[in-house]
């Protein structure tokens, strides 16, 4: 069957065929497990209890990587960004889970070392270790000439962080009439670039490419498309750490791969639905062009991208003012309802806003 | 300046390169750390306090990846091997610092997902942490169309383990006249194979590549190259555990990038020496095979290969019988002893094997 034109399909990944492999890897994977292990909690991260500590501490981990935004950074020649998306995005997916962040090792795989390159990456990695008082312990650079393509290379990143097990938050306390606020992204953070490569023409030949990067844009007041594209990974901790603390957070995503639909319905319990207002928040313009070059539907923009935001927490009603007063730019787009459907999250157009309902 | 023919560089590998960057890196690095690091211990790994242990219970991980033994995989078509290749790789590099593995993430990441590889590499990892007692706790799997080569793909692993504090093993307590016992590789393991491909002639069409794989040769007894090239990598966790035990274990190391010499060197204190006779063991036939294929010197083989070492430990006199009770095929390799050089590791070969020096 062939895929159908602008979907992700089209652009080179197959999510079915990933999907399609996942039950057999759960139970092989389910054998590994033992009484440290936190079964079926951390949809963001890893849980495990660590030794020693009477199983008050857990462990969350998590593995990923920038994806195919690394190729827009060595087509700009940019390479910071890429250390800053890395780590951010790891500590997010943790931080989801209500743990703070310990150490992190990373992965930098390529064809042939470019030391400028990776001394940017490491740069950004650094930096954004520091800022988030996360210790940078390990990693492995690899030279791996036939694996990779000439003039790329991928990064992958691991990190370790630690909670209460008390303390953990998982959204298994939400209940209807809980209010969902949002955080805006600061454009595609990691996800969805290989769609956006394909429709904004940047997988031909590098020439046009860098053209097509440099050019300036009048939907981003003159900046250059390859700017907005390189705007590193928001990371949410200065806003979320305040609201561990206080301990109203009900439930938290990452809005990564599978877009807001897909990333918060991991984490609202069976008979519940988030539903989204789209009228509370503006997408930066950087998704409309998207969608507009590639002539993508709306529901395949919202299964691929953040739209606009790049972090979901719930709490209860009398928690929202504090939940607010932290997150300066956070703002109510939900809300918890009943529902006797399978689908976890909805989205609507509220004429009047949240205000009315 | 041009590569000189039959080193690693010259299969695409840049060491030199690499250790251009690492001066910067490891700066950067040291600026994140903080009380919680334990510094300048963890040569195989990186060291982390555990959260409310008191300091006593010590995280230790590695990140790392298989290399280029993926893509003889995928030639002939069997990934089983890859997936126990990255666990025990990985156990055994926090095993040598003292540590028992805890739990363990993956990062696989192709152009072009094919489930039934990815099902085998699962097979693989999941296996190898069952035997290991490790919690296989989460992973990613990243389709990144543009960055990998068709019909290739990368894998790698994050191991955390843990060690009492006082139960580190980093060498600073070896001494003159301690003893080297070596365990035998059961051939590559994971190291070299970038090497090995070019001189084998595996790096040209995928059907003159299967072809020289699928040949019966008679340094194999009639065993194709295929199959010998695939032997998973060793994991010593079965010997070194009940060692660990006693607590007579000084120093560890995993032989594997930069051969016996990169790798011992790693844990000798200065003023001394690892001197080892290579009269004592003899390196599996594929070594010499490459060795004679690609007219590579013996300084280069000794840099690149584990040579048939695959993991060496070092004990007091008094321990050694001991510590060979519990390796079936451990073997007197060397000895320590003082010198006024900077080399950490000489080898020697003495016509009457060790039991005469």
Chains 1, 2 share one sequence.
Not at 266 to 288: C, M, Q, S
């Amino acid at each position: 069957m062939e895929p159908e034109a602008g979907s992700y399909r089209s652009a080179g990944v197959d999510i079915d065929a990933a999907e399609a492999a996942k039950d057999e890897i759960a139970q092989r994977v389910a054998a590994t497990h033992n009484v440290s292990v936190l079964r079926g909690v951390g949809h963001f991260g890893g849980f495990f209890r660590a030794p020693k500590s009477d199983g008050e501490v857990v462990l969350v981990s998590s593995a990923d990587s920038v994806g195919t935004k690394v190729l827009v950074a060595a087509l700009a020649g940019h390479h910071y960004p890429i250390g800053i998306d890395l780590v951010h995005h790891s500590v997010n997916d943790i931080l989801a889970c209500g743990a703070r962040p310990l150490f992190f090792l990373d992965y930098y795989a390529t064809p042939r070392l470019d030391p400028d390159a990776l001394r940017e990456i490491i740069r950004g990695m650094t930096d954004a270790c520091e800022e988030a008082g996360c210790a940078l312990i390990g990693g492995e650079t690899a030279q791996l000439p036939g694996i990779y393509q000439p003039d790329t290379y991928d990064l992958a990143g691991f990190v370790v962080g630690a909670v209460e097990e008390a303390r953990i938050v998982d959204g298994s306390r939400i209940q209807a009439g809980d209010v969902v606020i949002g955080i805006p992204s600061v454009g595609l953070h990691t996800n969805g670039y290989s769609l956006a490569r394909s429709v904004l023409g940047l997988d031909g030949t590098p020439e046009r490419a860098k053209a097509i990067l440099t050019e300036p844009l009048d939907v981003f007041a003159g900046v250059a498309l390859m700017h907005v594209l390189l705007i590193p990974h928001r990371s949410y901790l200065p806003e979320i750490v305040p609201l561990l603390d206080l301990d109203i957070l009900k439930g938290m995503a990452h809005i990564t791969g599978g877009g807001i639909a897909g990333n918060v319905g991991r984490i609202i319990p069976d008979g519940l639905l988030a539903e989204f207002d789209l009228n509370t928040w503006e997408p930066h313009p950087i998704f409309g062009l998207i969608q507009q070059r590639g002539s993508i539907t709306g529901d395949e923009m919202y299964k691929v991208f953040n739209m606009g935001l790049g972090y979901v927490v719930v709490v209860s009603p009398p928690d929202v003012d504090r939940a607010l007063d932290e997150i300066e730019d956070g703002r109510i787009v939900g809300r918890i309802i009943n529902t006797s459907d399978e689908a976890k999250v909805r989205f609507v157009r509220n004429e009047d806003g949240w205000a009315a309902s």
